[in-house]
């Protein structure tokens, strides 16, 4: 699955900003996609991750500013960043997992990452 990021940018704290990822390919009826971010020194984490049957998680940093959406249609998915702090500053990447029963096979394919800058 090829997966195709857009947004992020540069914010001032308490700003907002939203990312899309849209996915193509082999896409199958029940996956997970979601965000990931890594900043400078660190490692990749999970920000927020959403099935096709509409299960959600979020990191405990971001519950209650960040919001996760899809559309199944579209297979897209979007991560609305609300009341950004600079601790939120990192390179976000879009995921997308899933197991196909049929081959015994899984993926967990990534995006190119997209930079987020949150000033102070």
């Known amino acids: 699955v090829q997966l195709q990021a857009s947004g992020g940018g540069l914010v001032q704290a308490g700003g907002s900003l939203s990312l899309s990822c849209a996915a193509s390919g082999s896409i199958l009826s029940v996956n997970a996609m979601g965000w990931y971010r890594q900043a400078p020194g660190k490692e990749r984490e999970l920000v927020a991750a959403?099935?096709?049957?509409?299960?959600?998680t979020y990191a405990d940093s971001v519950k209650g500013r960040f919001t996760i959406s899809r559309d199944n249609a579209k297979n897209t998915v979007t991560l609305q960043m609300n009341n950004l702090k600079p601790e939120d500053t990192a390179v976000y990447y879009c995921?997308?997992?899933?197991?196909?029963?049929?081959?015994?096979?899984?993926?967990?394919?990534w995006g190119q990452g997209t930079l987020v800058t949150v000033s102070s």
């Open positions: 995921n997308y997992l899933a197991y196909d029963s049929s081959t015994d096979s899984a993926a967990n394919d």
């Open positions: 959403m099935t096709t049957g509409g299960s959600t």
